[in-house]
């Protein structure tokens, strides 16, 4: 079945650049998300990605894309203590045919002063 | 514009209860998606409403049921509570038509079971 994997835990120094990463199986997602979530709210759309495009700019956001290896990488630059958050990838798939999201467990962003 | 709203924020009951969450959709959506939430993990889709009818579900039990009304706004029913429901319930609005099939989330309701 679908599933979608990033790693738990990134810690970054305000001003570095931060990359969180994510793998999906469904090769027939046509596109993919991601999230940011703070501490007791929902959730955040930040940006999306069709699955004919290697890349995408977004002020401080570049998502990455490489479909052959079902590989989505978020990229902040310069990050800053406000980006403290958990980040969650999710691809879209048609249990409803209009589609849903499946998502990952989320990866906790920590930007240290 | 009118982002997503959903009510109550908070919610503590008992196992075998009921319980009833609601949701307002984002202005011009029509749509509505619910997502569970558990602790430390990632949301799961529940089930989702278009043109008042439920159009697709997740790997929820039936004692999980929803409606849609005119407005597009939505209600999240679940029956005989159990402990393992304790999550935060997110809804979710969109439109049908955007090809990018943005979802929207609110701030979620946090049920608590004991």
């Known amino acids: 079945g679908e599933d979608v994997e990033q790693s738990l835990f990134l810690s970054v120094r305000e001003g570095d650049s931060s990359v969180i990463n994510c793998t999906y199986t469904?090769?027939?997602?046509?596109?993919l998300y991601w999230y940011k979530q703070e501490p007791g709210a929902g959730l955040q759309l930040l940006t999306y990605?069709?699955?004919?495009?290697d890349m995408k700019q977004d002020q401080r956001l570049t998502v990455l894309l490489n479909k052959k290896d079902k590989h989505l990488s978020l990229r902040i630059a310069d990050t800053q203590t406000g980006d403290s958050a958990i980040y969650f990838c999710?691809?879209?798939?048609?249990?409803?045919?209009?589609?849903?999201?499946?998502f990952g467990k989320g990866t906790k962003l920590s930007v240290k002063p | 514009e009118t982002g997503v709203t959903q009510s109550p924020t908070h919610l503590i009951k008992t196992r075998g209860q009921q319980v009833t969450l609601r949701c307002s959709s984002q202005?011009?959506?029509?749509?509505v998606s619910w997502y569970q939430q558990a602790l430390g993990q990632g949301p799961q889709f529940i089930f989702q409403?278009?043109?008042?009818?439920?159009?697709g579900r997740g790997n929820f039990p039936p004692r999980f049921s929803g409606l849609q009304f005119p407005n597009y706004s939505s209600e999240l029913n679940v029956n005989a509570l159990e402990l393992d429901d304790s999550a935060l319930y997110l809804c979710?609005?969109?439109?049908?038509?955007?090809?990018?099939?943005?979802?929207?989330f609110g701030p979620g309701t946090r049920l608590t079971v004991t």
């Open positions: 202005s011009g959506h029509n749509t």
């Open positions: 990605i069709f699955s004919n495009m």
């Open positions: 979710a609005s969109s439109h049908v038509g955007t090809e990018s099939y943005e979802q929207y």
């Open positions: 409403y278009y043109r008042e009818e439920e159009n």
């Open positions: 469904d090769s027939s997602s046509t596109y």
């Open positions: 999710a691809e879209r798939t048609f249990v409803g045919s209009q589609g849903n999201l499946i």
